[in-house]
Nanobody, 127 residues
């Protein structure tokens, strides 16, 4: 069982930066692929980024590539999402998720393969 708690959301002007954190409970954090997803009002949840258990492989949605960076610290059981050059269209509730590699390999950008989810943190970007 893994529990995930996101933090770091808030209000930022377009062009600004935020750093989201996701703290995980459980001693097996390093076994999981970690992902970030987001959902804006009236829209479906979408994939943002993911990182392998070792941190050696990262994956990004085209819409955030070059602006967002995902990282993890297995010693702290925490995954981060550094968001730079934020745009109004980045505004959403951001969720972190954990999934075992054997499942997530079927579709790293598909939320259905992740087993655990946080409650989300709101990101608002003003224009």
């Amino acid at each position: 069982q893994v529990q995930l708690v996101e933090s770091g959301g808030g209000l930022v002007q377009a062009g600004g930066s935020l750093r989201l954190s996701c703290a995980a409970s459980g001693r097996t954090f390093s076994s999981y692929v970690m992902g970030w997803f987001r959902q804006a009002p009236g829209k479906e949840r979408e994939f943002v980024a993911a990182i392998s258990w070792s941190g050696g492989n990262t994956y990004y949605a085209d819409s955030v590539k070059g602006r967002f960076t995902i990282s993890r610290d297995n010693a702290k059981n925490t995954v981060y999402l550094q968001m730079n050059s934020l745009k109004p269209e980045d505004a959403a509730v951001y969720f972190c998720a954990a999934g075992l590699a054997l499942r997530v390999v079927a579709g790293i950008s598909a939320g259905q393969f992740y087993d655990y989810w946080g409650q989300g943190t709101q990101v608002t970007v003003s224009s």
